[in-house]
């Protein structure tokens, strides 16, 4: 790849004219396909629908990974149950056997995750939730494409949840499935024309915020740039919110939608405090233009993509004592979100990458009370893995200054 590097890339998919190019179909199945799916608002809300469809209400027990998003744990807590952490080994697949020894009894429901879009295995999670009398709940937010095993990721829950953002360039944006043929589709409430035409418009300003809409870039960042003019108060002065240069904040400039002009995905978007979520939003449908862009843009180049950017990064970030490949593979069947990357020191370094604006994540904001438990990688997780973009939409330039900059920072 090209030595030249930008110091700005999106975390997350964009709009442009690229995101139209290529075979209308992937190789690989998508939770888009499953015959009983529901397009939800946020992956955040739609684990709390799927924690209603399952009968999860006041004081239930739901089992969580402890490597996790504060969005992961926060449905839970606002249907007033009690999320109980449970420890994942070195592969990220729940430890079954602690669970067999400890889970409380009274368990309603278990949240299995495959993490940064690489398959987990699911058939001893399912046999094991099946004796117990435990729904289970996959959690593919990091999993549109793929297979898991015998079946297509999302195949082997009870529910399924997928994000819509991680994937494609939509503002906002979330998926529910369901396997168990007597649980029911929720009812969604409509969008009001305002929060439509919002969204419309937030997908092209993500697009030419990241000059991506050549011959219109100009022109959009221009309308909003002036919208943000007439709206601000006379004397106020930006700030890092208004322009989503705070990468440590999902921010959100359309009213109701949850969307974010940087590209920062709104799954993200739980505040310091790790504040429970809105009921009526969580069970208002999806809005159409994040809907169409999510189902009816090309995939194979969004699969293909991903593919070799991680391949890339894969080759190009090995060999350091400082830093090395979380997952050293990658599974033929996945279409991978990001790139996990174990640094020995991830700090100040970790700041200094999103103070620059690396497409760099971590899960480091733990729900409070999260046990340290004997044979657990979550916590360790936690801090020292890094989530490195490798999305569709990043050019050669931005992937090559995303490892320049973590070589800079952490290499010898």
Not at 111 to 135: K, V
């Amino acid at each position: 790849m090209s030595s030249s590097a930008s110091p700005l890339a999106p975390r997350l998919p964009v709009m442009g004219w690229q995101t139209f190019r290529g075979a209308r179909e992937a190789r690989l199945p998508s939770l888009l396909d499953h015959p009983r799916h529901q397009l939800t608002t946020s992956g955040r809300a739609a684990i709390l629908l799927a924690l209603e469809c399952v009968g999860v209400g006041p004081d239930d027990v739901v089992l969580v990974p402890t490597y996790h998003c504060p969005t992961m744990v926060a449905p839970v807590l606002t249907l007033g149950a009690r999320a109980v952490f449970y420890p994942i080994d070195e592969a990220g697949a729940p430890r079954l056997d602690w669970l067999e020894a400890h889970a409380p009894h009274q368990a309603k429901a278990m949240l299995a995750t495959h993490y940064f879009g690489l398959p987990q295995p699911m058939e001893a999670n399912r046999s094991w939730c099946d004796r117990h009398g435990i729904a289970l709940i996959e959690d593919c937010a990091h999993a549109m494409f793929g297979r898991s095993g015998t079946r297509a990721v999302g195949a082997w829950g009870d529910v399924a949840i997928a994000s819509l953002t991680k994937f494609f360039p939509a503002p906002e944006g979330g998926i529910l499935a369901l396997n168990r043929a007597e649980l029911q589709l929720p009812s969604l409430t409509p969008v009001p024309l305002i929060q439509q035409v919002k969204a419309a418009a937030d997908i092209l300003h993500m697009g030419a915020s990241h000059d991506r809409l050549t011959g219109l870039n100009g022109l959009i960042r221009g309308v909003f740039a002036l919208r943000g003019l007439l709206r601000r108060p006379q004397g106020a002065k930006s700030n890092a919110f208004d322009s989503g240069a705070d990468a440590g904040t999902s921010t959100s400039t359309t009213a109701g939608t949850g969307s974010s002009n940087a590209g920062f995905d709104a799954d993200d978007a739980v505040d310091a405090n790790m504040s429970l979520i809105d009921l009526p939003l969580s069970h208002r449908a999806l809005t159409r233009a994040s809907a169409w862009v999510s189902t009816e843009v090309p995939r194979h180049r969004i699969v293909q993509a991903r593919r070799r950017h991680y391949e890339y990064l894969l080759q190009a970030l090995r060999g350091s004592e400082g830093f090395r490949p979380l997952m050293p593979q990658l599974p033929a069947d996945s279409a991978p979100y990001v790139f996990p990357l174990w640094v020995r020191t991830p700090d100040p370094g970790y700041l200094e990458m999103r103070r620059l604006g690396v497409p760099v994540s971590r899960w480091d904001r733990l729900w409070p009370g999260v046990p340290t438990l004997d044979g657990d990688a979550g916590v360790s997780w936690s801090h020292h893995v890094l989530q490195l973009a490798c999305h569709q939409d990043l050019s050669d330039q931005e992937l090559d200054a995303i490892v320049a900059q973590v070589r800079r920072l952490y290499g010898p």
